[in-house]
């Protein structure tokens, strides 16, 4: 994957952790960093499993089965590269 792909879902990740311009949502924040982590980000591997120690054991499958699913749309011809 484009590592430019990786770190924008590493930084979405970090902004739904945070809350910074979007609500907060631990869920969706460990979406985007198992989604990174499975493209080699090894922060988001460590920034999830800090997260999944403040969420619930649902919280954490609903995460992984998100990912799971997820179902990336081909990017846009006018992407960075």
Do not use: H, Y
Not at 17 to 39: I, R, T
Not at 40 to 54: C, F, H, V
Not at 63 to 76: E, M
Request: aromatic content about 8%; hydrophobic content about 45%.
């Amino acid at each position: 994957m484009e590592s430019w792909l990786t770190e924008a879902q590493f930084n979405f990740g970090m902004m739904l952790a945070k809350g910074d311009g979007v609500p907060k949502n631990n869920v969706n924040a460990c979406l985007w960093w198992n989604l990174a982590e499975a493209s080699g980000n090894q922060a988001a591997a460590e920034n999830r499993a800090i997260l999944e120690k403040q969420m619930t054991p649902e919280e954490i499958a609903e995460a992984k089965r998100l990912a799971a699913q997820f179902v990336p749309r081909s990017a846009p011809t006018d992407s960075p590269r």
